[in-house]
T-cell receptor, first 109, second 113 residues
Framework: TQLLEQSPQFLSIQEGENLTVYCNSSSVFSSLQWYRQEPGEGPVLLVTVVTGGEVKKLKRLTFQFGDARKDSSLHITAAQPGDTGLYLCAGENDYKLSFGAGTTVTVRA | KAGVTQTPRYLIKTRGQQVTLSCSPISGHRSVSWYQQTPGQGLQFLFEYFSETQRNKGNFPGRFSGRQFSNSRSEMNVSTLELGDSALYLC????????????FGQGTRLTVV
């Protein structure tokens, strides 16, 4: 059983469309991190959010941490084929990251 | 600045054998964590080391063990390999603070036959 629930599991969209990935948990985390992973490679860190209610923007990506520090969302504006990959959220407590199952995003040209 | 280095990249072992995987963290990072990634279970935490001490451990059998050296390099060992141990084993490097960003290596793909 995953401590963090990600939705949707799969997402296929056309280039230029927007998408949102959700990450929910019943546990409170000291921080939440988002990663993107390519096949056969390790996850690459996108962002770390720490404060409840925090919103971070990185170019076309917007990350939000829930007020209660239990949930988060990742929003991509005007998706590009280069955004294709497995998106993982991970909550941290006691030096341990608990990962969601991931959302596979495919952006079609 | 060099990234996280894991060796070997690929490994094929027979059931019952043991295996040792290596991880060299980013220079200056003192925390190393290990994760197992499988299609069915996703990424699962194995253990975390900081300054040669294990600070946290996941729910894996005792066949899985690790250690960290004074130069922060870490090894994990799996004894009496089972088919279900086939996975991508990932190492994460962190500076060591309670809220510190984790940087992953490319992983070691272990196949048990």
């Amino acid at each position: 059983t995953q401590l963090l629930e990600q939705s949707p599991q799969f997402l296929s969209i056309q280039e230029g469309e927007n998408l949102t990935v959700y990450c929910n948990s019943s546990s409170v985390f000291s921080s939440l991190q988002w990663y993107r992973q390519e096949p056969g490679e390790g996850p690459v860190l996108l962002v770390t959010v720490v404060t409840g209610g925090e919103v971070k923007k990185l170019k076309r990506l917007t990350f939000q941490f829930g007020d209660a520090r239990k949930d988060s969302s990742l929003h991509i504006t005007a998706a590009q084929p280069g955004d294709t990959g497995l998106y993982l959220c991970a909550g941290e407590n006691d030096y341990k990251l608990s990962f969601g199952a991931g959302t596979t995003v495919t952006v079609r040209a | 600045k060099a990234g996280v280095t894991q060796t070997p990249r690929y490994l094929i072992k027979t059931r019952g054998q043991q295996v040792t995987l290596s991880c060299s963290p980013i220079s200056g990072h003192r925390s190393v964590s290990w994760y197992q990634q499988t299609p069915g279970q996703g990424l699962q935490f194995l253990f975390e080391y900081f300054s040669e001490t294990q600070r946290n451990k996941g729910n894996f059998p005792g066949r899985f063990s690790g250690r960290q050296f004074s130069n922060s390099r870490s090894e994990m060992n799996v004894s009496t390999l089972e088919l279900g141990d086939s996975a991508l084993y990932l190492c994460a490097s962190r500076s060591g603070g309670r809220i510190a960003e984790a940087f992953f290596g490319q992983g070691t793909r272990l196949t048990v036959v």
